[in-house]
């Protein structure tokens, strides 16, 4: 009996838990979405948790905005996005497709050296990366933000746990012994093996490069090319007497859009690559 009331116990403070965080992680989605109906004189009135009348206004002020090319920065960021999670995903997991699949001797050092990369911050190769960049005739172009994604340590290292946990190597020397050739046993038996976990990283690199600003501010100039991230600073910095609260409100709402239909869409290979990727042969 007592140790019926114990579980009935922990159960519902498990739930009171679940809701409090479940509500803090939903109300700044609320305030957002409440303060993007507002205008900017309600805005400077203060809190409120009522949705305004001005969704429309500031949708239309910020798509009007000569001086802000709103679908422009949205279709930059999706191109840079999609670009850089299918790089990183696909070649991540070539790379430890290969360190899990062959022995040479430098494996190792190989699988040690992309590990010592992964420690290493991007503001230490910065001004290396921009002046490469520059020589190579590729500054403020979107090409340096979707071509480096392919050398992803940390992606990388995701890919060969999983294929550790999940691809027998059995499965892999039957396929030679049929005369499979090797990239077509990598993407005929091994993605699909792959895909929950292609999926979850996927989600990861989207919302990374999307949410990306250091790079991009380094290496995008021209209003045409820049990003989401870039355009919402853009307009932060704007004229104070031009100042409008609620378009930044709104814009920040458009921008966390692709976000959230990617992950609706993907979502479900969360639960499938950790149930899948704790099975051993």
């Known amino acids: 009996m007592r140790h019926h009331r114990n579980k009935t116990g922990e159960t519902i403070l498990a739930y009171v838990v679940l809701a409090i965080l479940s509500f803090l992680c939903l109300f700044f989605f609320y305030i957002l979405i409440v303060n993007s109906t507002r205008s900017h004189a309600d805005l400077q009135k203060g809190f409120?948790?009522?949705?305004?009348?001005?969704?429309?206004?500031?949708?239309?002020?910020?798509?009007?905005?000569?001086?802000f090319p709103m679908f422009k920065g949205i279709l930059n960021s999706l191109i840079v996005s999609s670009g850089s999670a299918a790089l990183c995903t696909y070649f991540s997991a070539l790379t430890a497709y290969g360190l899990y699949a062959y022995n040479f001797k430098l494996k190792k050092f190989a699988f040690t050296f992309i590990m010592a990369i992964l420690v290493m911050p991007t503001q230490v190769t910065a001004m290396g990366f921009l002046r490469l960049m520059t020589n190579m005739g590729l500054y403020d172009t979107l090409w340096p933000l979707i071509i480096p994604s392919i050398a992803s340590p940390a992606v990388f290292y995701f890919m060969y746990s999983y294929l550790k946990s999940s691809l027998p190597l059995s499965l892999v020397e039957a396929a030679r012994i049929d005369g499979s050739g090797e990239f077509h046993t990598f993407n005929r038996i091994v993605l699909p093996i792959m895909k929950p976990a292609i999926a979850v990283q996927a989600i990861f690199s989207f919302v990374g490069s999307w949410n990306n600003y250091f790079v991009p501010a380094l290496i995008i100039q021209s209003k045409d090319k820049m990003t989401v991230p870039i355009l919402i600073a853009t307009l932060r910095g704007a004229d104070y007497m031009n100042f409008d609260m609620g378009k930044?409100?709104?814009?920040?709402?458009?921008?966390?859009?692709?976000?959230?239909?990617?992950?609706?869409?993907?979502?479900?290979?969360?639960?499938?690559?950790?149930?899948?990727g704790g099975v051993k042969e």
Do not use: C, H, Q, R
């Not at 409120?48 to 239309?60: D, R």
């Open 48 to 67: 409120s948790w009522l949705p305004g009348s001005y969704f429309l206004e500031n949708l239309k002020n910020v798509a009007n905005d000569g001086s």
């Open 248 to 276: 930044i409100y709104m814009m920040i709402m458009v921008a966390i859009v692709p976000i959230i239909l990617v992950y609706l869409l993907l979502s479900k290979y969360i639960i499938a690559g950790i149930t899948l």
